[in-house]
């Protein structure tokens, strides 16, 4: 029982250390960003692999809520979310579905567009802050979320936030079947002009659920 207590002593403090300077300042910038149109490469890390499979992608998004992620060159996968509904895609085999953007399901797309981003608040709100670290000029920071329901979904979130322009690299995502997915961005354009019909994808030709 006294190692026990030592050890959450010890957990304790070292949460209360965080260096959250990085983070806030990250975040202050997302209130002046209304769209953003980045590449990206995507890393999935699976259990039955020996080595993870490495895709490019394009995600564009405008607040509230709109994002479009494209998977692959040419687009093999694609999400779509308009606000209130997220279509899901598979190009190769035309089938989709449509999901509601509140699921977690859909949730781990539209992280980057959510309020919690908004703010420091809503961040530690969303968020449980477990650990930071400095790797150069990278901001390492781990979390996970305080949603029951997502965090069955999403077990822990990592994010590579680069100190000298304040701008996300990466979002590394352990999801509960213990595989990881991290996307490092690249080449983002803040506020830039976004076509509104990216959010609402044609869907004929798709068996759809």
């Not at 908004?118 to 530690?124: P, T, Y």
């Not at 690249?186 to 068996?207: C, E, H």
């Amino acid at each position: 029982m006294r190692a026990l207590l030592v050890l959450l002593s010890l957990v304790s403090l070292a949460r209360a250390e965080l260096d959250l300077k990085p983070l806030e300042t990250w975040i202050g910038r997302q209130k002046n960003l209304q769209s953003l149109d980045t590449n990206f490469v995507q890393e999935r890390k699976l259990p039955s692999l020996k080595k993870p499979v490495t895709t490019p992608g394009r995600m564009r998004m405008v607040r509230p809520g709109k994002l479009c992620w494209e998977l692959g060159n040419p687009v093999k996968t694609l999400a779509a979310s308009d606000g209130k509904t997220m279509t899901l895609l598979d190009v190769a085999k035309k089938r989709g579905k449509k999901i509601d953007t509140a699921s977690p399901e859909a949730r781990q797309f539209t992280l980057l567009s959510d309020e919690a981003f908004r703010d420091l608040a809503g961040f530690q709100a969303t968020f449980e802050l477990v650990e930071s670290r400095m790797s150069g000029a990278i901001y390492q920071l781990t979390v996970r979320p305080k949603d029951k329901t997502m965090r069955k979904h999403v077990s822990w979130m990592f994010l590579d936030i680069d100190t000298r322009n304040h701008e996300l690299r990466a979002l590394d995502l352990e999801l509960e079947d213990k595989s990881r997915i991290r996307t490092v961005f690249s080449d983002s354009k803040i506020n830039a002009k976004v076509d509104a019909a990216i959010f609402t994808p044609d869907t004929t030709g798709y068996l759809m659920k």
